[in-house]
Each structure stands twice: as C-alpha cells, then as structure tokens.
C-alpha cells in the first residue's frame, strides 16, 4: 500500500474563525486508491500537530503501507517507521521535487522561463485532448478576440503568460 501526506494551506484560507481556533493547514493523507485516509485542521506544520491523527490511522487493520509520498520527505520518516513498526520506502511527490528544482533558479535569468518549461515538458503531461482544443481555440481565436499563428503560439508557450492565461484549460 501507498499513501501520500501533505499539508494545504488553500483550505483554511478562507475559513470565517480560522485564527480563533489557529488552524493555518490542513494535514491529510490519501490512500493509493485516491481516498482521503484522514484529514485534520493544523496550527503548523510540525510533526507534533498531526501526531495524533497520524497514530489513530497506523492503528486501523487496514493501514499497512509500505510506501510514503509526501512533500517533506525524507524528513519525518522516522516519525512514520516508530509508528508503524516497520521500514518504509519513501519519495517526494513530483510537484514538490519540481518546486525544489525551480526554486533554486534565478527568476530574472533570461533563460529562466525557457528552463522551467523545459523541466516541465519532462515531468509532466497535458491531457493530449484539452490540449489540442486549447490550440485549435488559440487558432481560431475563440478563446481570445485574436487569431493567433502557429509560430505565434510556439512563442507564446515559452513565456510566462502562456502558463498564467491557459493552465487553467489544461
């Protein structure tokens, strides 16, 4: 079994008492079949906040996984293998490894935006479909009042405002 951990900031943003009740994130773990395993309100990111919950979840029969994923690995391993009695293999999620690589770059390099793209060409996907309408949308510009050209589009996908414009059709 897998399972993934991860903090979320977004969730609580826009909760009406947030600060009343000092919840900053929200602590959860999903399951390799895409269920939510648990799911806790956390002041902070440390370990100490989510303990509890994360000792309630080792002890269900039906948690044994043998792979984490998670945006803070490696550290924190320990604190999963004294819980669960066991060595367990772990990875950082893709997001988070590409936000590690893309993080140390210098954002006013010229090359900058050249380099993430590429770095994302290689780790990611568009679904092919939403990506081929988005085109065809550039193409005859139904998605913008100008009709954009081929070799129009091919500069544009290298700059930052393609990503801020069109991420979200894709």
């Known amino acids: 079994m897998i399972f993934a951990q991860d903090h979320t900031h977004e969730v609580t943003k826009n909760y009406y008492q947030r600060k009343r009740i000092e919840a900053t994130a929200l602590w959860d773990v999903a399951t390799e079949t895409g269920e939510i395993a648990a799911a806790v309100l956390v002041p902070s990111t440390k370990t100490i906040h989510f303990a509890h919950a994360a000792a309630q979840l ?42 590690r690589m893309t993080r140390t770059l210098k954002k006013k390099h010229p090359d900058h935006f050249v380099v993430v793209n590429a770095l994302l060409r290689c780790t990611c996907r568009h679904n092919e479909e939403d990506y081929e309408n988005l085109l ?35």
Do not use: Y
Request: aromatic residues 6%.
């Open 58 to 99: 080792s002890k269900r029969p039906s948690f044994t996984p043998k792979v984490r994923c998670s945006d803070t690995w490696p550290t924190k391993n320990e604190h999963w293998e004294h819980l669960l009695g066991q060595q367990m293999q772990g990875q950082l999620g893709l997001f988070h490894c590409v936000q």
């Open 136 to 170: 065809k949308a550039l193409k005859e510009g139904t998605l913008v009042s100008k009709k954009h050209t081929t070799d129009e589009i091919m500069e544009l996908k290298s700059t930052k405002l393609f990503r801020q414009r069109h991420d979200r059709c894709l």
